[in-house]
């Protein structure tokens, strides 16, 4: 007997994973941010080989915190919805399996 929905499992798994590696990747970005954003001063920053230090290295910290922070929001956001997206066809998954 042939499942004629196993796109909707392959998809939801896919998904899944998808949605692994964007609340990993975004965890990792805010927690960065977060710190950067908090410790500025403490933050050794080095932009082009050049070493920054006091007031510059603050403010270039805080700027890279806080779009870190953007980001690792927008990529926990984006793991929601693959996460959603992957409950819903494995749920169809199982009801068109269950009626076939």
Known sequence: M????????????ISAFVAMFCGICGLVFKLIGTVFV?????????????????????EAALKLGGILSTVGGIMLIIASVFLLIFLILLIVYFVRKEHA
């Open 2 to 13: 042939k499942s004629k929905n196993a796109g909707s499992l392959i998809g939801g798994i």
């Open 38 to 58: 908090n410790n500025p001063e403490e933050v050794h920053v080095t932009v082009n080989g050049r070493l920054l230090e006091g007031k510059e290295a603050a």
